[in-house]
């Protein structure tokens, strides 16, 4: 006999759906909710979108992902947040969270005792993604970022879920697949506790539309089939991604104006200079140079950038 569930304050009974607002833990901030319970058993998949609020497609996807399932096609219960960072989506900011200046994907698992970001990060680990079989947590290039779509999975975490997780990356149509040995991102965070999980790449610079929006959803409907919550064959991705095994993500030492000497999914040759800082009287402050042989992921595209912000981040 199915049961009904509850995340967020929001019960709902097998077969239904139900949305709304989830709470955030000790705070008055919420955060956009659907929940999903699957009129079969299956697995719970949690689904979260727009941790940084300037990255439109994702934030849409989980939006129309959310209105189109239907409960009665679903074994298990879907999750969806959509999107979690809602202050700094109306602000059209990218991100951080205006209210305290942090960037929540570098908080998880988050504390209960921090600012709103971390008790935003303290909310998704325990309320959400500790309780799912499999976390989705859907990005793309924030508002000054440029990137061609793909896939992180967790590199840090038991073999078993880096396992499943690897797997489940490769049912994606995406241009690469990035091992990851970040920790505190949220789908890393929930890779070390346990939880299969992947990080998803698609859009940026401050745009959407809606052919890469059916691409998203298309791609997190093969996802869930591959995961049994949807009936339906697996389709076969249109061309094996490009594996990367390590990836460096290069942050700026000075602020100022950026320039970039490459573009994306170049090759780049140890030494090569693949861009440079100048100050706003066109002088040149620092020069960066690739370390190693690698392929160009992400490249920030805004002219301003801040020290300690990430202009390139390139992989072998
Ligand atoms: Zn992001």
């Known amino acids: ?102 960037n929540i994907n570098r908080l998880f698992p988050g504390d209960k005792m921090g600012t709103i970001s971390d008790r935003i990060a303290y909310t998704i680990t325990t309320e959400y993604s500790d309780r799912a079989d499999f976390y989705i947590d859907l990005h793309g290039g924030d508002i000054h970022e440029s990137l061609p779509p793909y896939v992180y999975y967790p590199g840090i975490a ?73 009936k339906g064959p697996v389709q076969i991705p249109r061309q094996k991604a490009y594996e990367i095994t390590k990836a460096e993500y290069i942050d700026a030492s000075e602020s100022g104006c950026w320039y970039p000497s490459v573009n994306l999914k170049d090759t780049v040759r140890k030494g090569q200079k693949i861009g440079q800082i100048k100050d706003v009287f066109g002088n040149t402050k620092e020069e960066i140079f690739a370390a190693y042989d690698a392929v160009i992921l992400f490249i920030t595209v805004s002219l301003a950038i801040n020290a300690n912000d990430p202009i390139i981040t390139y992989g072998i």
């Open 1 to 102: 006999m199915r049961k009904e569930i509850t995340f967020g304050e929001i019960t709902v009974k097998p077969g239904e759906k139900k949305s709304g607002f989830a709470p955030v833990y000790a705070s008055d901030f919420s955060i956009p909710l659907t929940v999903i319970n699957g009129i079969q058993a299956g697995k719970t998949v949690v689904i979260t979108s727009g941790i940084h609020g300037g990255e439109y497609p994702c934030i849409e996807t989980a939006i129309e992902l959310a209105q189109e399932i239907d409960p009665l096609t679903v074994s298990g219960q879907l999750i969806i947040l959509h999107p979690v960072n809602i202050q700094a989506f109306q602000a059209r900011m990218s991100y951080i969270v205006p209210e305290d200046g942090k």
């Open 158 to 230: 038991d073999e078993k879920v880096v396992a499943q997780s690897k797997a489940a990356a490769e049912v994606l149509n995406a241009d690469f697949i990035v091992k990851s040995s970040a920790t505190t991102g949220a789908y890393n965070s929930a890779a070390i506790r346990g939880i299969p999980s992947l990080l998803i790449e698609l859009g940026g610079k401050g745009l959407w539309n809606l052919e890469e929006v059916i691409f998203y959803k298309n791609n997190i409907t093969n996802l869930l089939r591959h995961l049994h919550l949807l």
